[in-house]
């Protein structure tokens, strides 16, 4: 008995064939290439036909199929909202997937559940009852794990929390993507840093000699590393918001560990300790005692493998099940 | 069969002795009267004497007790920290009750906890899975459902929202109470108030004629609904600050409900419009506007209610049983 999980990224399609036990029967990977709307959907169903006829002639059948998309998946009409995707405001990937998955399960979550359930799995939330996934990458996410149980909240969007209010006053700004993510996402860190360029003649560091519009946070990131004084001022304030983030977290859930992954933790991933220190200012002081900060230990592969855990999961105990597939 | 709730708060202990389906049968309320440590359990105690006696002499008898506490309530060892008792630190409150409870099945709670559930089981969260409890009184903490059931954290500490971070930098004001509860409890507002006075030589306002340090939140809510400047200016700031947290916690939990208690909600309960308007600028902007903001139903007596509420579920579900009592 096989499962196959899929990850549906920004850029690209992972998917694994698992077997019971999580081993690797197969792996592929395949890039977007700027497909949109039913393109991707037809993307993913090749990859499915792929991983049937693979296990098939290996005399093995897949038994379930579990998704990770890049954004909102309403759990009760297998629609899907993934704003990075064009065409995909409201996208009937369940039935897209229904054309070829025949008696397969098949059970869709967002990434910020897959990527905390994948670490639950196999990865560094093992074991953990209650454990927080905190995603940054070019936005910013949560996955929560509470009483054993995924938060999902009164409409499937809980863990929202690049929408978290952590600086006054209000700034137009945070209108479209909320106060945390504007100030510390990927792409927060590349627009705060464009601004403070615009309005610093004097800076003569290695950022000022790239095009604006091309500076990313990795950029940033490693401008840091090298003592820049601007990176070290961009990057000085998202230890800040990290660390505030965290302890809010902390004070809110009591979790016994936060996780970190997403693109930017990675090599972000040094700056924990800085961000335990601004956290243990702010946070219930007990609380964050006993609180263990780590980072993502699947770190691209969260999500695929969450996606192969919730299949297995439907399997076993019909949690994640969609209804007659 | 009749279930014990009773409420132990900071100046009294409310008890209502109720039958299986929430009718009081009996109810009471004696003060604490500068009572502290050991003293206070005795009239614990006392009450649940009280309550056997006049059960018997119905013909009843008190099959659970639930116990409401102003702190936090360790239930795998039945102590208590409630750090506005004097002398219970970590009070083994659970050997004081089994003195007189006798093959009493015994429950004690969080006042935040219980606030929530007596909502739940006779107020404004009937019938929700995803609420919370948002309790403003002398400071500020949260009862949490999530998927229908208590949020409490890895060690029964969750909740902790007076702690949550809003406003940077960091100030050495929020080192023993945190950034939130600083602002925007009812102690928060009285101590800012007096900054605010002692700083401004020029207001002639209602709150100048009285004692400086005598200032209670009331007294500024008061002079706000009376046009005030320097109460618009304290409470003002507060419902930015309510707002953010509103916002937070619909972002991160997509709730149903908002509920609005403690001693300020009550008299800050007008506000809800306002706090509403200003979380709707900072929070997911779906989640926003599905929830409810609500005010406590029960007001002062939702410990009380939770606490006979968690007494009934011990008996049908044990899952609050604290062993073998």
Known sequence: MA?????????????????????????????????????????????IIHMKEFSLSHGDSIKSIGISVPGISCSKTGLVWAPNIPGWENYPLLDDIRTVSGNIAVTIESDRTCHLLGELWMGNAKGCSNVVFLAVGTGIGAGILVNGEVLRGSNDIAGSIGWMALDRPFHENYTSCGCFEYHASGEGIAKVTRQYLRHDDKYRGELAYKEPEEITSYDVLNAYNNGDPLANKVIGECIEFWGMATANLVSIFNPEKIIFGGGLFGPAASLLPDIKNEAEKWAQPVSIRQVILDTSALEGDAGVYGAGYIALENLSEKKYDLGDV
Do not use: C, Y
Request: hydrophobic residues 35%; glycine residues 14%.
């Open 3 to 47: 499962t196959l999980g899929i990850d549906l990224g920004g850029t690209k399609i992972s998917s694994i064939l698992f077997t019971e036990k999580g081993d690797v029967l197969e792996k592929k990977a395949v890039t977007l290439n700027q497909r949109k709307g039913p393109e991707v959907g037809a993307l993913i169903t090749e990859q």
